[in-house]
């Protein structure tokens, strides 16, 4: 399945949680917040959240600014 | 000491973290400028780079962080930036951006005044970035903001206090704080700053993009504390006319 991850197209393998996902891409689960399809999931969700088909996340993170 | 919204900071110059060449570079310049409280900004995490990590680098006991909405470009974007700095556990204070001309920068006055009102209802403790209008800071801080960050000058440009005689007016009539924010591009621009009564000034490229970060950053606390200081003992009066700084007394000599 596909899901659109920081607006790339991104092939994920199926029963992949939130946190699972994260973890793959070795980001630390305290300093990144996921938006999917534009809500803005709680930490302990990323354990229990399924990705699908389609799904629309966002990872966003603090970085250097004025 | 400084108060905005119940909370004391010893300096008075915040410090962006923006445009610094390395991490390394902004914690150095960080510290020497003796800032307690620094801006960041939200962005989608590099997948390509998943260590760059700000939070890894900046101590939150050391630094209180005030995020930024920047990149909104209206009410409706800056509130969900400010809903994703909260539950990125930036806490509730918010610097509010809201820039829809990438070319000048400056802030949307209708929108940011919007804003405003939704995030104070939505309990964000909110500081906006606004243009040196005075009537503007007094309906932001009807509409309940912690403080103004009126601009110097436009973001990045170095170019100082261009806005001096409406930021003397925002603080003759300020019932909150008011920070000056975004142009100030050398130290005798942050001390003209502090000298006719800001009550903060935000600083980011010109100490990031100096030759000297760190020294930079020293000479940034330096001129704001004695920018502050001035203001506290009180300026001399200017005046048309010469005045003798010498006495007039005592030269009849010179006649004989």
Redesign the interface.
Known sequence: MNVI????KTEIAPETTVEDHLKH????L????V?ADGL?L?QEEYATLMLKDGMVL????????? | MLEIAGRTFRSRLFT?????SSSQV?RDALDASGSEMV???????D?ND???????VLDRQKFF?L??T?GARNADEAMRLA???R????GNWLKLEVTPDPRTLLPDPIETLKATEELVKDNFIVLPYMNADPILALRLQDAGASAVMPLGAP??TNRGLLTIHQVEIIISQARVPVVVD?GLGAPSHAALAMEIGADAV?V??AIAVAGDPIGMAQAFAKATEAGRQAYEAGLGQQGDAASASSPEQGLGFLDS
């Open positions: 991850i920081n607006g790339e891409l070795d980001l630390n305290d300093t990144v917040v938006e803005i709680k966002e990872l966003i993170r603090f970085i250097g600014g004025g | 962006g973290t923006g445009k610094f902004m801006t960041v900004a939200l962005r989608r995490v997948l998943p260590g760059d990590d700000i939070m890894q962080f995020p930024n920047s809903r994703l700095a539950a990125s556990g930036g973001i990045g975004a935000l980011n490229t």
